[in-house]
């Protein structure tokens, strides 16, 4: 019996690692960060001017526990990323996941730091992480 028990607990332990092994990339980051997700062409100009928007604004993406993560390749992260907010790639994107691992909002342009800041600052959650900084 004890035997039977193992091999059980063998395979249920199997089935949780790859089912673990599937969790989305986002997952690694839920509850902890906000992700701004871009995907598109690596070589469009929309895409390098949101990378220079996120750098520039480093100390505010910083301070909202914001980051970038890019699906601009073929690679299976990034289909993956870009299966789980449901786009092709084939143009220019920009989303923001909450931490709660959902979809605030996204955009077809690049998103201004200014913009990011007001809708993420207007959240419940970051305004209960404001209060709690004073």
Not at 16 to 43: C, F, N, T, Y
Not at 65 to 83: K, M, Y
Not at 96 to 122: E, N, T
């Amino acid at each position: 019996m004890n035997l039977r028990h193992f091999g059980i607990a063998v395979l249920l332990g199997a089935s949780v690692m790859i089912h673990a092994s599937r969790a989305s990339q986002l997952d690694e980051w839920k509850w902890k960060s906000r992700v701004l997700v871009v995907v598109g062409p690596a070589d469009d100009s929309a895409v390098r001017q949101q990378r220079q928007i996120y750098q520039s604004a480093a100390d505010g993406m910083s301070e909202r526990q914001i980051v970038l993560t890019e699906a601009l390749d073929d690679t299976e992260r990034s289909r993956e990323i870009r299966s789980r907010v449901s786009t092709d790639g084939k143009r220019f994107h920009a989303f923001l996941i909450g931490k709660d691992g959902h979809v605030a909002f996204s955009s077809d342009k690049p998103l201004s730091a200014d913009y990011l800041f007001q809708r993420i600052d207007a959240m419940p959650m970051r305004q209960d992480e404001m209060r709690r900084a004073r």
